[in-house]
């Protein structure tokens, strides 16, 4: 039976937060510091509950627009303003269509707009939301810590470049919030703190979210399409393995609700590899030792960053064991048979399939009876389970046809959402 219906929403974002800021040590927690440093001058400056709602969960997310790994790294360690106006609004795009995110979006659209003495109240006509600029505050704050050094050390320096941008960027108001906050180390020292995620789920009451097709159905196709983004080889993976894995689902009567909750569970699963440089998931040779060491990781952070939200372990298990085998000679646990469930079992053919008829660096989509032969040689070691091998054989023209159109739907969909702003790699569809 499913229990556990609710996921506490702080947990879910900033652990989402986290992950998109793996990326390059230069950045590590960069938005979970930004959405500290963010709600502690809205709190000076007085704002109610929910607009302090409203901006953590943009400050979280701020950056989730920049979804191409090298931008990601070149964007966050710039100080330019002109270079990366594009990713507040890809930002805005993936966020905007969430009710949850609605008007978190709003401010992320504009968190690169500058003040401008008072000409950034509005941006092409449209009212720039007064936490966008907070937000401006504390995102370029943030980047002028240098980790290198104490921060202690460098809150006069800090300060003093702030204050030479009072008027042009940033908003004077929220400059005088800031040196209200400023004047207490604690604040620095929370800012650059190791423990700052649990500092953040501390500072405030986070509600509850439910788990269910509208609130985390989305969230997970959004990061479905970030994971994809880290490789030129995966842009519609995810999206595959979800399909395929609710097709066999279906097969053996999972309901509605255990379906939802599968197809979260494709759309997470490679959620690790946000934690992988692309070079090793793009190089076309073969992979060293240590390499590989580093890309069979991805399951491992997998699991972590979904389990340690809590309050969903179906979606969890099923997403993180898709690299275990019956057999126990998978990674990261090994977990044998008695250890690993159907929904963790169907999850593990659906990604092999999934791989095999999508161009990757070793091989061509490959056809029907290629794909056949590797699955059934993996179930004959007593790796994949058997009996959904067979159930995917009988029907194999139908799951195939829905994973092909899944595919093709989701890159639409990233297209239309990303339009113009030409940081989807290019895919080609079989
Ligand atoms: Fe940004
Ligand atoms: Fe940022
Ligand atoms: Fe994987």
Redesign the pocket.
């Known amino acids: 039976m499913i229990i556990n219906p609710q996921v506490p929403l702080h947990r879910l974002i900033l652990s989402l937060s986290q992950v998109l800021d793996y990326v390059h040590p230069s950045v590590i927690d960069h938005q979970q510091r930004v959405a500290y440093i963010a709600m502690r001058i809205a709190r000076q400056l007085g704002v109610d509950k929910d607009q302090l709602l409203d901006l953590l969960l943009a400050a979280a997310l ?2 989730i ?2 979804i191409d790994v090298e931008n990601r790294i070149r ?2 360690q710039k100080d330019d303003w002109e270079e ?1 106006p594009w ?2 609004e890809a ?1 805005y795009a993936l966020l905007s269509e969430n009710p949850l995110f609605y008007r978190a979006a709003q401010i992320v659209r504009y ?2 707009t500058p003040w401008e003495n008072g000409c950034g109240a509005e941006y092409n006509g449209q009212p720039v939301p007064y936490a966008s600029h907070i937000l401006v505050l504390a ?1 370029r704050l943030e980047r002028m810590i240098d980790r290198n050094t104490n921060v202690l050390d460098q809150t006069e320096s800090i300060r003093s470049k702030v204050l030479l941008r009072a008027g042009q960027q940033f908003h004077p108001d929220c400059i005088n919030a800031f040196s209200e906050v400023a004047d207490q180390e604690s604040f620095w020292l929370d800012c650059v703190s190791v423990r700052i995620y649990s500092i953040l789920l501390e500072q405030i009451d986070w509600p509850f979210l439910t788990i269910d097709e509208k609130t985390l159905g989305p969230i997970a196709r959004i990061f479905a399409g970030i994971t994809d983004a880290t490789s030129q080889w995966t842009a519609t993976h995810s999206a595959g393995v979800a399909a395929v894995a609710v097709a066999l689902a279906e097969r053996y009567n999972f309901s509605p609700r255990e379906q939802f909750l599968m197809r979260s569970a494709g759309y997470f699963h490679d959620i690790g590899k946000l934690t992988i440089p692309t070079e090793i998931l793009d190089k076309p040779s073969k992979l060293t030792p240590q390499e590989r060491n580093i890309l069979n990781s991805h399951t491992y952070h997998t699991f972590r960053i979904l389990d340690t939200i809590g309050g969903m372990p179906q979606i969890s298990e099923w997403a993180a064991f898709h690299h275990e085998r019956l057999d126990g000679n998978g990674y990261p646990f090994h977990h044998a048979a008695k250890d690993l469930t159907l929904g963790s079992r169907i999850m593990a053919v659906a990604d092999v399939f999934a791989a095999l008829t999508e161009d990757r660096p070793y091989h061509k989509a490959m056809s029907q009876d290629k794909v056949m032969e590797i699955i059934k040689k993996l179930a004959g070691n007593n790796g994949l389970d058997g009996n959904i091998v067979r159930e995917l054989e009988k029907d194999y023209d139908t799951i195939y046809e829905i994973c092909l159109q899944e595919r093709m739907a989701y890159d639409k969909e990233q297209k239309r959402l990303l339009a113009n702003l030409k940081i989807l790699p290019a895919v080609e569809i079989h």
């Open positions: 701020h950056d627009g920049i964007g966050l990366v990713h507040a930002g968190h690169h995102d």
